[in-house]
Nanobody
Framework: QVQLVESGGGLVQAGGSLRLSCAAS????????MGWFRQAPGKEREFVSG????????YYADSVKGRFNISTDNTKNMVYRQMNSLKPEGTAVYSC??????????????????WGQGTQDTVSS
């Protein structure tokens, strides 16, 4: 069973940057497809970014393209999300997710079998 633990994030001013980390254990990391999602108060969980196992292909929501970057370090079983030029509307709980079985969409939450506990990121205006 895969286990995911996020770290990083916190409070930042608009225009600033944050870097989140997600540590995976329990499975061969290179077999995992990974995703990052966020959920703002009163809103549904939404896709932020995803990365194909092996790390050669990344996917981004239109709202974060050019500002966010997802990457992996297979030697450390880590996935990272660098967020730049943050906006107040980016305030949310951010969670990483993983699956060994790719079913066609990194955007769909049902694609993922394991979720991290989530971390609160707050962007002040």
């Amino acid at each position: 069973q895969v286990q995911l633990v996020e770290s990083g994030g916190g409070l930042v001013q608009a225009g600033g940057s944050l870097r989140l980390s997600c540590a995976a254990s329990g499975r061969t990391f290179s077999n995992l497809h990974m995703g990052w999602f966020r959920q703002a108060p009163g809103k549904e969980r939404e896709f932020v970014s995803g990365i194909r196992r092996g790390g050669d292909t990344q996917y981004y929501a239109d709202s974060v393209k050019g500002r966010f970057n997802i990457s992996t370090d297979n030697t450390k079983n880590m996935v990272y999300r660098q967020m730049n030029s943050l906006k107040p509307e980016g305030t949310a709980v951010y969670s990483c997710a993983a699956t060994e079985l790719y079913t066609g969409s990194y955007v769909d939450t049902r694609q993922y079998s394991v979720w991290g506990q989530g971390t609160q990121d707050t962007v002040s205006s």
